[in-house]
């Protein structure tokens, strides 16, 4: 919280959430610890004097436990020349980069105060709130900041292991056909296709044909043997009949 500013209760509201919302971007790399309200929960020191408290304090991971970097959110009343004189300039002065996060409204303001005042800010976003989340975005890195990202991000991907590469599978050519050579030194000419198999119902049409014929004839021959007595007699009697009248 600024000691020379008293902010209003609704944008100290708005100020606080973005502090809780910058500690969830920077965990991921860094431990970071905040300072919302009147909460002293780290502080750094500047030239031996008095400990600061920033909105952020930003602590490498590994055991040493260094000091990684400050941050400090401004509100639209509080981007002025005092907070700039007191706070940005005393945080700017350490080893370790300063971030300075403003309303999108107050961006030129910022960086017009950062370059009069020769104020070394390492990065200086704008935040925007976009319904019920806010938005970040850079608008000023310095140049220092820009070599330092492009080490760590070439240091990253250096350190990335590579996936392997798998050996392309080499393609079999494709056969050529066979041809049987004639006893002349003539190549033959391909074997003609072998007639198509007839379908089953055509089978069975042509199995039953003969079964059929070999039916009728049995049938002919009860027909003959089912004439009564009285025909086959009168059958006889014709023959002699005939020789009768030739006599």
């Known amino acids: 919280m600024?000691?020379?500013?008293?902010?209003?209760?609704?944008?100290?509201?708005?100020?606080?959430?973005?502090?809780?919302?910058?500690?969830?971007?920077?965990k991921k790399k860094f431990e970071a610890v905040i300072n919302p309200g009147h909460e002293q929960n780290a502080?750094?020191?500047?030239?031996?004097?008095?400990?600061?408290?920033?909105?952020?304090?930003?602590?490498?991971?590994?055991?040493?436990?260094?000091?990684?970097?400050?941050?400090?959110?401004?509100?639209?009343?509080?981007?002025?020349?005092?907070?700039?004189?007191?706070?940005?300039?005393?945080?700017?002065?350490?080893?370790?980069p300063f971030h300075l996060y403003v309303p999108a409204s107050s961006?030129?303001?910022?960086k017009r105060m950062a370059v009069e005042m020769e104020?070394?800010?390492?990065?200086?976003?704008?935040?925007?709130?976009?319904?019920?989340?806010?938005?970040?975005?850079?608008?000023?890195?310095?140049?220092?900041a820009e070599a330092k990202?492009?080490?760590a991000a070439a240091a990253e991907a250096k350190a990335r292991p590579e996936a392997p590469v798998k050996p392309a599978v080499p393609v079999k050519p494709a056969a050529p056909a066979a041809r049987a050579a004639a006893p002349n030194g003539r190549s033959r000419p391909?074997?003609?296709?072998?007639?198509?198999?007839r379908p089953a119902a055509t089978r069975r049409v042509a199995a039953a044909a003969p079964a059929a014929k070999?039916?009728?004839?049995?049938?002919?021959?009860?027909?003959?043997?089912a004439k009564p007595p009285a025909a086959r007699r009168a059958t006889a009697k014709k023959p002699a009949?005939?020789?009768q009248k030739r006599k």
Do not use: C
């Not at 400990?51 to 952020?56: A, G, I, T, V, Y």
């Not at 055991?63 to 007191?86: D, I, Q, W, Y």
């Not at 961006?107 to 910022?110: F, Q």
């Open 214 to 225: 070999a039916r009728r004839k049995p049938a002919t021959a009860a027909r003959g043997a």
């Open 43 to 96: 502080s750094v020191l500047v030239g031996g004097t008095s400990p600061w408290f920033p909105d952020l304090v930003l602590f490498t991971m590994d055991k040493g436990r260094k000091l990684a970097g400050t941050v400090e959110v401004e509100t639209a009343e509080s981007v002025n020349n005092l907070e700039a004189m007191s706070q940005w300039k005393t945080f700017a002065q350490q080893k370790a």
């Open 107 to 110: 961006i030129d303001t910022a």
């Open 190 to 197: 391909p074997a003609a296709a072998a007639p198509a198999a």
């Open 2 to 26: 600024s000691p020379i500013l008293v902010r209003p209760v609704r944008e100290q509201l708005e100020h606080d959430r973005v502090i809780r919302l910058l500690q969830a971007k920077y």
């Open 149 to 151: 990202a492009r080490a």
């Open 119 to 144: 104020i070394p800010v390492a990065e200086i976003w704008a935040y925007s709130p976009l319904g019920d989340q806010i938005r970040f975005t850079m608008v000023h890195r310095s140049a220092a």
């Open 241 to 243: 009949a005939r020789v």
